[in-house]
């Protein structure tokens, strides 16, 4: 559980990174994401860097599903009333919501 959590922890800190510094990069000169009248230059192709932000977004959904079901693997092992056991996990699974 430890090593899962700290994959997600580090792959989505790179995913989510990569996809923010995209938001700068996608351009040279700078001034060419919102001056397309710019001379010269280069621009990565909008359809690409979408692509990226959308499968960047969908692992973070994803990830934050995962996220939500692991109080509930922690908790079932647990002496205490199934009743409570629910209502905890429930409480710490509501970060998905």
Do not use: H
Not at 27 to 41: H, M, N, Q, T, V
């Amino acid at each position: 559980m430890r090593r899962m959590i700290w994959f997600i922890i580090v792959s989505l800190n790179g995913i989510l990174g990569t996809a923010m510094l995209f938001m700068w990069v996608k351009c040279r000169p700078f001034a060419k994401i919102w001056d397309e009248s710019l001379e010269g230059g280069w621009c990565i192709e909008p359809a690409k860097v979408i692509t990226l932000y959308q499968w960047s977004a969908g692992y973070s959904g994803a990830m934050d599903i995962v996220l939500a079901l692991c109080p509930w693997v922690l908790l079932w092992n647990l002496s205490m009333l199934k009743r409570e056991k629910v209502g905890v996990a429930i409480c710490m699974s509501m970060g998905v919501v």
